[in-house]
């Protein structure tokens, strides 16, 4: 298990994907610099804009990274080399989440403070304001890596780069256009100290459900005919 996961952090660092996600971030957020039109860093962080970004960055490496692995017929080295289907599929989803850790910090981290860096925060940047960024940033990010977990599953189960592309963006579009992002509310109000029992709950059940997928996942790479 331990050289999977190494083989595929490897793969992830000295592969393409990743650095194109990477410019990908930079790119919206000079364009969201130059043309966001918000009043500072902080609304700018706080943005459903910026979420939406980084939902679709991640979208877009899961279908590079992941159905690459099934157009170039790597994954079968992995198999043939005698590893169980669930080590292969439990390395690559840890890889998958560590770059889309990165490129969801970078654009918190880009959109956020960059922005702040030309316009200001919007308040002096305190302990409580330091405080605030950092669980906003890192209870924002585990909202959205269980959003991202779908498009790899999709990726993992449909092994049509083509379809897997139209179904994981269609699906994430699916989810926003219908959720209305309730947990971009949630985040901000843990936050700031107003997160009740129904926010953690919400939080809980986001993990939840990506461990059910995660399960149905594995149950199905296991018995998938890999091509």
């Avoid at 790119?27 to 970004?53: C, D, H, P, Q, V």
């Avoid at 959003?147 to 579009?173: K, Y």
Wanted: proline content about 1%.
């Amino acid at each position: 298990m331990r050289n999977l996961i190494k083989s595929e952090v490897y793969k992830l660092f000295h592969g393409k994907e990743l650095i194109i996600c990477i410019a990908a971030v930079m790119l919206f957020s000079i364009i969201m610099i130059a043309f966001g039109g918000y009043e500072n860093g902080k609304a700018t962080l706080t943005t459903e804009s910026r979420e939406i970004i980084g939902l679709v960055i991640c979208t877009l490496f899961a279908v590079s990274y992941i159905g690459k692995d099934f157009t170039a017929k790597t994954v079968h080295h992995a198999l043939t080399s005698g590893n169980a289907r669930s080590k292969v599929f439990c390395s690559k989803f840890i890889s998958y989440s560590v770059a889309c850790f990165i490129l969801l910090l970078l654009n918190d981290i880009f959109m956020g403070f960059g922005y702040s860096a030309f316009y200001g925060w919007g308040e002096s940047f305190t302990q409580q304001e330091m405080f605030f960024s950092f669980v906003y940033i890192l209870v924002g990010i585990l909202f959205d890596l269980c959003i991202v977990s779908i498009p790899f599953f999709i990726c993992v189960l449909i092994q049509n780069n083509a379809v897997a592309m139209v179904t994981s963006f269609g699906a994430v579009a699916l989810i926003i256009a219908l959720s209305q992002m309730p947990w971009s509310y949630i985040t901000e109000r843990i936050a700031v100290h107003q997160g009740g029992s129904i926010d953690f709950i919400f939080l809980i059940s986001f993990v939840a459900v990506t461990a059910v997928l995660y399960g149905l996942g594995v149950t199905v790479f296991r018995k998938q005919d890999i091509q």
